[in-house]
């Protein structure tokens, strides 16, 4: 028996964008912004990539979900309490600055391929209408991609896992504070709940696949 049974790449699916939907986490000041209590550098510098995705997505009629975490009372629970900067300096409250999309970068649009969802824990499915929303649109495939790379993408990408969504996580697309952790939350994605790509293997399977249909 292979030392690692498990499906990968293409062996475990192939990524259908007709089916697709991106999901941008939490690209909120309060880990994008410079000098932010939570800031990420790794966020700010995957920008570019990210809005190239968000423009393919939009071109090509893929659904965007864009994710806002508010961990106000009494919706914070225990982050409250695990995180004092949250409690202390009403970080990612709304209403807040820290609570607001990062300016510097492409904003959600209002459209009926466009959705915004407030969470309040990690997994972006907890409470939210996220599901509702890919069930709408016809979904089987997400593309996750945000900040932070192991808590709430992580936790997102295993919740889609056990509702049977494909999980597709590009590797340049997600970041945290610590490169350490990226590389394990990459390496346990891949192994156990989905397709880890870079951003342009990611773009070049689903732009062979449209123009594939596209001839057929």
Not at 30 to 54: D, Q
Not at 92 to 103: C, K, V
Not at 109 to 136: C, M, N
Request: proline letters at 6%; charged letters at 25%.
């Amino acid at each position: 028996m292979s030392s690692n049974p498990s499906a990968s790449g293409k062996d475990f699916f192939t990524i259908e964008p007709r089916r697709s939907a991106l999901i941008v986490i939490d690209m909120q000041n309060a880990f994008v912004a410079e000098g932010a209590v939570f800031e990420t550098p790794g966020a700010r510098a995957m920008i570019p990539r990210l809005e190239h995705l968000i423009n393919f997505a939009r071109t090509s009629g893929i659904p965007i979900v864009w994710t806002q975490s508010d961990h106000r009372p009494p919706y914070g629970g225990l982050m409250l309490r695990k995180f004092p900067p949250i409690a202390q300096g009403h970080i990612l409250w709304q209403g807040e600055p820290s609570y607001e999309m990062y300016p510097q970068m492409l904003q959600p649009r209002e459209g009926k391929l466009e959705s915004k969802i407030v969470k309040h824990k990690f997994d972006a499915f907890f409470e939210t209408d996220l599901d509702a929303i890919l069930r709408y649109h016809q979904v089987d495939t997400v593309i996750i991609t945000g900040t932070a790379s192991n808590a709430c993408r992580e936790s997102t990408a295993r919740s889609a896992f056990m509702r049977d969504y494909k999980v597709v996580f590009p590797s340049d697309l997600n970041a945290t504070f610590d490169e350490a952790m990226h590389q394990a939350t990459l390496r346990n994605i891949d192994l156990l709940f989905g397709r880890v790509v870079s951003s342009d293997e990611l773009v070049a399977e689903m732009e062979a696949t449209l123009e594939a249909s596209s001839r057929s």
